[in-house]
């Protein structure tokens, strides 16, 4: 993802918002972290080595899971001006206990069969149930690292096999960037087997475009959108009514578009919230990008990093907010990982919710990263990756589970817009003979004894795909 026009919000912005503090603290909070040795199954390495991308370095994985498959998505070989040498692909069938893994064919020059595309980026995985059609949206860029196309992979036999992507959208004009895509897999309802592709145009101020598909991803329609410039990272769902909702960060706030009509056109946009937001210490690259996710009836979950419920906004916290027509939201809510105090600071959220429960007894799942302390240099910062999960709607999460870290800035890709991990990190409920199972999938970067990660070395980066399964 190639991302512009980041300004955090004013000081006296961040402390008028401080003013919500007393209203909202209302969770119970869990300070103790759990800190035990945390098994990781190592999904991907980066096997290229073409010298112009950082290697043995995979960043911003993504998954979907439909019962007990679930794929995931990830950048293998990052080039400093954004993109990847190509996407990796692992899967499981048997609820995350056994993998397979490979890369995309026909996608970029270093592909197997070579694709046409400099570098590919912004990968996310979804699954129609209707024509049992796994895919993998991502833009392809050419050599000045520009999005000419928005593609899909597809795979017809379960996320095991690849075939070469088809074609979204393909411009001469825009400056394709931060595709999306999700499937409306509910049998009941009327728009059963539509796929919803989405991305933003940077060389028009990052106006919003959508498209969908009804026959498992081989073609694909342009929707009617509203005039929707500087947004960026939609993630849409879907309800059981066939009614799109897509939350995502515009100018300032976080807002929200839906699609009635099965995705032939869009409204909106309806205000979640006013983005208030810390900039992370130690140059590293981290945007408060939403995370979303729906219950069995439909309600829509959606969490990003903010920071207005801690004093001069030192620090992030990870918030949501809830909607069940996806115009009308709740008051934002914070995790409450750590106390407002604590200079922890957290950010990449990646939020699962059980597809299987809803109201009082929803399941959640977050997978994030964080500081210990927040106020930290490029040499000091330590980065490490949390686990939370509520049983109850929210109501009360478990204390904090360390699933990897410490690790240093000089671990890490250094892009031309900052050390990077990815833009996002994620979770999936996969179902197992125990019940549904929130997985975490994520960068761990290994410590290379005396190197720092280094453009086109293929000895000094150890940053891999990992996941983590948490008991049902």
Not at 28 to 48: E, G, I
Not at 81 to 109: C, E, H, M, Q
Not at 361 to 377: D, E, G, H, Q, W
Not at 428 to 446: I, K, M, Q, R, Y
């Given at each position: 993802?190639?991302?512009?026009?980041?300004?955090?919000?004013?000081?006296?912005?961040?402390?008028?918002?401080?003013?919500?503090?007393?209203?909202?603290?209302?969770?119970?909070?869990?300070?103790?972290?759990?800190?035990?040795?945390v098994?990781?199954?190592?999904?991907?390495?980066d096997?290229?080595?073409?010298?112009?991308?950082?290697?043995?370095?995979?960043?911003?994985?993504?998954?979907?899971?439909?019962?007990?498959?679930?794929?995931?998505?990830?950048?293998?070989g990052?080039?400093?001006?954004?993109?990847?040498s190509?996407?990796?692909?692992?899967?499981?069938?048997?609820?995350?206990?056994?993998?397979?893994?490979?890369?995309?064919?026909?996608?970029?020059?270093?592909?197997?069969?070579?694709?046409?595309?400099?570098?590919?980026?912004?990968?996310?995985v979804?699954?129609?149930?209707?024509?049992?059609?796994?895919?993998?949206?991502?833009?392809?860029?050419?050599?000045?690292?520009?999005?000419?196309?928005?593609?899909?992979?597809?795979?017809?036999?379960?996320?095991?096999?690849w075939?070469?992507?088809?074609?979204?959208?393909?411009?001469?004009?825009?400056?394709?960037?931060?595709?999306?895509?999700?499937?409306?897999?509910?049998?009941?309802?009327?728009?059963?087997?539509n796929?919803?592709a989405?991305?933003?145009?940077?060389?028009?101020?990052?106006?919003?475009?959508?498209?969908?598909?009804?026959?498992?991803?081989?073609?694909?329609?342009?929707?009617?959108?509203?005039?929707?410039?500087?947004?960026?990272?939609?993630?849409?769902?879907?309800?059981?009514s066939?009614?799109?909702?897509?939350?995502?960060?515009?100018?300032?706030n976080?807002?929200?578009?839906?699609s009635?009509?099965?995705?032939?056109?869009?409204?909106?946009?309806?205000?979640?919230?006013?983005?208030?937001?810390?900039?992370?210490?130690?140059?590293?690259?981290?945007?408060?990008?939403?995370s979303?996710?729906?219950?069995?009836?439909?309600?829509?979950?959606?969490?990003?990093?903010?920071c207005?419920f801690?004093?001069?906004?030192?620090?992030?916290?990870?918030?949501?907010?809830?909607s069940?027509?996806?115009?009308?939201?709740?008051?934002?809510?914070?995790?409450?990982?750590?106390?407002?105090?604590?200079?922890?600071?957290?950010?990449?959220?990646?939020?699962?919710?059980?597809?299987?429960?809803?109201?009082a007894?929803?399941?959640?799942?977050?997978?994030?990263?964080?500081?210990?302390?927040?106020?930290?240099?490029?040499?000091?910062?330590?980065?490490?990756?949390?686990?939370?999960?509520?049983?109850?709607?929210?109501?009360?999460?478990?204390?904090?589970?360390?699933?990897?870290?410490?690790?240093?800035?000089?671990?890490?890709?250094?892009?031309?817009?900052?050390?990077?991990?990815?833009?996002?990190?994620s979770?999936?409920?996969?179902?197992?003979?125990?019940?549904?199972?929130?997985?975490?999938?994520?960068?761990s970067?290994?410590?290379?004894?005396?190197?720092?990660?280094t453009?086109?070395?293929?000895?000094?980066?150890?940053?891999?795909?990992?996941?983590?399964?948490?008991?049902?």
């Amino acid at each position: 993802m190639r991302l512009i026009g980041w300004c955090p919000q004013s000081t006296a912005s961040r402390v008028s918002r401080m003013l919500l503090l007393c209203g909202l603290l209302s969770l119970t909070v869990c300070a103790a972290a759990a800190r035990a040795a945390v098994p990781l199954t190592v999904l991907s390495n980066d096997p290229y080595t073409n010298t112009t991308s950082f290697h043995q370095a995979e960043v911003e994985p993504a998954s979907f899971a439909a019962g007990s498959t679930v794929v995931t998505a990830v950048q293998a070989g990052r080039f400093p001006d954004g993109g990847s040498s190509n996407i990796g692909w692992a899967t499981s069938t048997d609820g995350a206990s056994t993998w397979k893994n490979g890369f995309l064919p026909g996608t970029t020059v270093y592909a197997k069969p070579a694709g046409p595309y400099a570098a590919v980026s912004d990968e996310a995985v979804a699954f129609d149930a209707k024509h049992g059609v796994w895919m993998i949206v991502m833009d392809g860029l050419d050599p000045n690292y520009a999005g000419i196309a928005a593609i899909v992979s597809r795979s017809t036999d379960g996320g095991l096999t690849w075939g070469n992507p088809v074609t979204v959208q393909a411009s001469t004009t825009q400056n394709i960037d931060k595709t999306w895509i999700v499937c409306d897999s509910h049998a009941s309802s009327p728009y059963y087997g539509n796929c919803y592709a989405e991305w933003d145009d940077m060389n028009h101020n990052q106006q919003l475009h959508m498209a969908v598909s009804k026959n498992g991803g081989l073609t694909w329609t342009q929707s009617t959108v509203p005039n929707a410039p500087a947004v960026i990272g939609g993630q849409p769902v879907v309800q059981p009514s066939g009614k799109v909702i897509m939350p995502i960060q515009q100018a300032g706030n976080i807002v929200s578009f839906i699609s009635s009509n099965g995705g032939s056109s869009y409204t909106g946009p309806s205000t979640i919230a006013t983005l208030s937001f810390h900039t992370e210490a130690g140059s590293f690259r981290s945007y408060p990008l939403t995370s979303a996710g729906t219950d069995s009836t439909g309600k829509v979950y959606v969490a990003w990093m903010d920071c207005r419920f801690i004093a001069n906004c030192t620090a992030n916290d990870i918030v949501y907010s809830t909607s069940t027509d996806g115009t009308h939201w709740s008051a934002v809510t914070r995790i409450p990982i750590d106390t407002t105090t604590s200079g922890v600071d957290h950010f990449l959220p990646g939020l699962a919710v059980d597809p299987a429960t809803s109201g009082a007894t929803t399941k959640l799942a977050l997978t994030y990263y964080y500081y210990p302390v927040s106020n930290c240099t490029e040499s000091t910062c330590q980065l490490d990756v949390g686990f939370v999960r509520s049983s109850n709607a929210g109501a009360t999460w478990t204390a904090r589970l360390q699933l990897a870290g410490p690790m240093t800035m000089s671990r890490l890709p250094d892009t031309s817009l900052g050390y990077m991990i990815g833009d996002f990190v994620s979770t999936a409920f996969v179902t197992t003979s125990a019940g549904d199972a929130p997985t975490s999938f994520f960068e761990s970067a290994l410590a290379v004894s005396g190197k720092t990660c280094t453009l086109g070395d293929n000895s000094s980066c150890r940053q891999r795909t990992v996941a983590h399964k948490t008991a049902p």
